[in-house]
């Protein structure tokens, strides 16, 4: 084979490489960033699952702005899972505003999503009234079960962090990584890593 002929053969298989090699890049998040960790699936244990729900961890971030009501930036800190339950941990901080503001007030919700596309499956948290498929999803969003309480009324005071957990059933088939949306008016996030421990609760 000539000089030419090789270089010829390997241009294609060059591009193709480049091509792979962009389609490896980490995903980013609803604002442009990539995630801070995105490990994917680990083994349970307990270590993993105090590294998980460390209160200051980032794992996506991202902007609301409310105009006069101020900027809410919400922070993804963890999705811990095990057989039975999924933990979805995050930070809700609100910048500016001149006095605590309900949920509703602010446009916002407090009844994430957490899909698995790869799996075309769709989690929403466990309630304690309603039902998601029911005439009565408003009560099952208004009684979400989680660390925090969850009501539309639950205000959400200026300058203030309020730190949300909530329960969600556990995915099928051990995703290493889901999609979440924490609710309506607030940010989406792709690509988030779970951590799968012996007690997610």
Not at 3 to 14: D, G, K, M
Not at 19 to 46: M, N, R, V
Not at 123 to 135: H, K, L, V
Request: aromatic letters at 4%; hydrophobic letters at 40%; one cysteine or more.
């Amino acid at each position: 084979m000539t000089s030419a002929s090789a270089f010829r053969t390997l241009v294609p298989v060059a591009a193709a490489i480049l091509l792979l090699t962009g389609c490896s890049a980490e995903p980013t998040d609803a604002i442009g960033k990539q995630p801070a960790a995105s490990t994917g699936a680990q083994d349970s244990s307990s270590d993993a699952a105090g590294a998980a729900s460390g209160s200051d961890a980032v794992l996506a971030e991202g902007t609301t702005d409310l105009g006069e009501k101020g900027v809410i930036t919400s922070v993804v800190r963890s999705i811990t899972a095990d057989e039975k339950v999924m933990h979805l941990r995050y930070a809700l901080t609100r910048d500016g505003g001149d006095e605590p503001e309900s949920f509703f007030s602010l446009g916002i919700g407090h009844a994430p999503t957490v899909t698995d596309l790869a799996n075309l499956k769709a989690y929403r948290p466990f309630c304690a009234e309603g039902s998601w498929t029911g005439d009565d999803k408003q009560m099952c969003t208004y009684t979400v079960l989680g660390s925090v309480p969850h009501h539309a009324n639950t205000d959400l005071a200026p300058d203030a962090t309020m730190e949300v957990g909530v329960l969600l059933p556990a995915p099928e088939g051990r995703p290493e990584t889901v999609d979440v949306i924490l609710g309506d008016g607030l940010p989406g996030f792709s690509a988030i890593p779970v951590t799968y421990v012996d007690d997610a609760r």
